[in-house]
């Protein structure tokens, strides 16, 4: 069986531009133990992106304390913050997280990026969907079958909590979001200690940066694999 690859070739370049695939493949390798996950292949890239989330999470710090207190609250509201907008903004920003992060297959994978390019009107050229869920890579056979890449390796993903959103900045009708959102992910292809693999899981979070208009529409879309280390469970 003659195979093509029509995905990108493996090396560096291949590594950056599927940060999400590759990283899920380090945390879940098949030695009979759960090792870490790497998402990208640089050492200053780890370290530009470590300090983006740091800024992130000191703004999502301040804004909790801030609505923690009723100064804080009369200032949010001064600006023009509405709560029950934040409510239904919410509700768009975990549907999008459910439909980014839930996927079974590379098939599952496929749909969940088509889908997103449709309900939010996303292009490939944005850097959601071209850096940090790219095309699923795979390799076809003379019959046109695919091999998808995520399936050789038996990985699933799935929301593993609500997600955390706090507001960052609200300009006329755009709201603009932080939200933190944490990933269980598990492997078909995982056997520690003759433990089902359905119980080996490893979680890490992500953090999506986002703007919402008033009649929903997402725009700005980003997102960026948290560093440290994963939590897993045995």
Do not use: C
């Not at 531009?17 to 292949?41: D, E, P």
């Not at 089902?196 to 208009?213: E, F, G, M, Q, W």
């Not at 009649?215 to 440290?228: D, E, F, R, T, Y």
Request: proline content about 2%; glycine content about 8%.
């Amino acid at each position: 069986m003659g195979s093509t690859d029509k995905g990108a070739e493996a090396g560096p370049g291949f590594v950056r531009r599927n940060a999400l695939v590759v990283g899920v493949v380090a945390l879940l390798v098949t030695t009979g133990t759960v090792t870490g996950l790497t998402w990208g292949s640089q050492r200053s890239a780890l370290d530009a992106q470590q300090q983006t989330i740091t800024g992130f999470q000191g703004q999502l710090t301040s804004v909790k304390t801030a609505k923690s207190d009723q100064v804080g609250q009369d200032v949010l509201q001064s600006l023009g913050v509405s709560e029950s907008r934040i409510h239904d903004d919410a509700q768009i920003v975990d549907r999008l997280a459910k439909t980014a992060f839930t996927w079974g297959s590379g098939q599952a994978y496929e749909a969940a990026r088509q889908e997103l390019k449709e309900r939010y009107h996303l292009s490939e050229d944005e850097q959601f969907l071209k850096q940090f869920m790219p095309p699923a890579r795979f390799n076809e056979d003379a019959s046109g079958k695919r091999y998808y890449y995520i399936d050789t390796q038996g990985l699933n993903s799935a929301l593993n909590a609500d997600t955390d959103l706090e507001v960052m900045k609200v300009t006329a009708d755009e709201y603009t979001y932080a939200a933190q959102v944490e990933i269980a992910v598990t492997s078909d292809a995982v056997s520690q200690n003759k433990v089902a693999p359905d119980r080996v899981k490893s979680y890490r979070t992500v953090l999506i940066y986002l703007t919402v208009n008033a009649q929903g529409k997402v725009s700005g879309l980003s997102a960026i694999p948290a560093g440290g280390l994963t939590r897993h469970s045995r």
